[in-house]
């Protein structure tokens, strides 16, 4: 189950495309909210690779909510959770976008795709 190619349907796209790839987006996510089981992190107790991937697409969820009117928390609470956790910690917080300036550079470059 891919989690990339569908998260760009649900900001990008519009109608029933959008609304399919909202689906297979939350079926992505919540296969991966699956995998972090009982532990905090994907890595078990502490941050590792795959929470690392992961997290870049974490500042979009805003960007994915907003425009594909859902609510990430209330379909994988978990990982949202856990997402939260993870912009807690200095290096992540530092080294990546606010969600709203992610959100913002997403309405501009949704304008000049129309």
Known sequence: ???????DKVWAANGE???????EFIDGIKLLEGELKSNPD??????G?????????????HT???FGKF?????????AAWGKRCMEEEFVYASLPHP???YDLAVEYKKKLI
């Open 1 to 7: 189950m891919a989690v990339y190619p569908p998260s």
């Open 17 to 23: 495309e959008q609304e399919a790839g909202k689906k």
């Open 42 to 47: 994907f890595g078990g107790e502490t941050l």
């Open 49 to 61: 690779f795959l929470d690392i991937a992961f997290l870049p697409l974490y500042y979009w969820f």
């Open 64 to 66: 994915f909510e907003t």
């Open 71 to 79: 609510s990430i928390a209330a379909e994988c609470p978990k990982l």
């Open 100 to 102: 709203h300036k992610v």
